[in-house]
């Protein structure tokens, strides 16, 4: 008879920063640790850590669950697709996940090493085109040609825009995001 798994499933494969950090000297200042999570990028990802503070479990939390709650406070540069980040982060939050592996120390020389290679970033368009039913009421009112506009967040891990700041001015790069209606009939009278 085959399983049947009930329940979310989860991509976490590894231990907590607790597990790894309690059994090592020092809790493991200057030692690397990398997310399994972010293997899937090209790029590698690490954290350096450089300082470790316990977190005392929650007192809401039964005592028999003290066991699953161990938190750790984790001071780090982290260095994200090959870049280090320009000031040190704290992991807390995450630091729960069972997703974190330790690099062992013959093999941190090789695992940390920046290799330089030219970034390569998609160029975003500055206009969309509006949803199919707003489009039709816009045409009524003000015209043709309308576009709208986009705006993007600019973020340490958005690699969205180009070096220079730039982006695409051609409306042919977005023309519908919107793909296929679920109900075409809605759409029947609508003019593109």
């Given at each position: ?121 998609d160029v975003l ?20 040609k309308l576009r ?12 969205m825009l180009d ?30």
């Amino acid at each position: 008879m085959p399983y049947k798994f009930i329940g979310r499933t989860t991509e976490h494969c590894g231990k907590t920063l607790w597990e790894i950090l309690g059994n090592l000297k020092d809790f493991g200042v200057g030692r690397v640790v990398a997310r399994n999570r972010f293997e899937r990028y090209p790029e590698k990802s690490w954290l350096k850590i450089l300082e470790v503070t316990p977190i005392a479990a929650p007192k809401d939390v039964p005592i028999y669950a003290h066991d699953n709650l161990r938190l750790v406070a984790v001071k780090c540069e982290k260095y994200w697709r090959g870049k280090k980040l320009p000031t040190p982060i704290y992991v807390t939050g995450a630091s729960y996940k069972t997703d974190y592996k330790l690099i062992p120390k013959s093999e941190e020389a090789e695992y940390c090493q920046i290799v330089d290679t030219p970034e390569q970033r998609d160029v975003l368009p500055e206009t969309a085109d509006f949803p199919p039913l707003l489009k039709e009421i816009l045409k009524r009112d003000k015209g043709d040609k309308l576009r709208l506009p986009l705006v993007y967040k600019r973020t340490e891990y958005n690699r969205m825009l180009d070096p220079s700041g730039h982006r695409a001015t051609s409306p042919e790069q977005i023309n519908s995001q919107f793909g296929k209606p679920v109900a075409p009939r809605l759409h029947e009278n609508v003019l593109e």
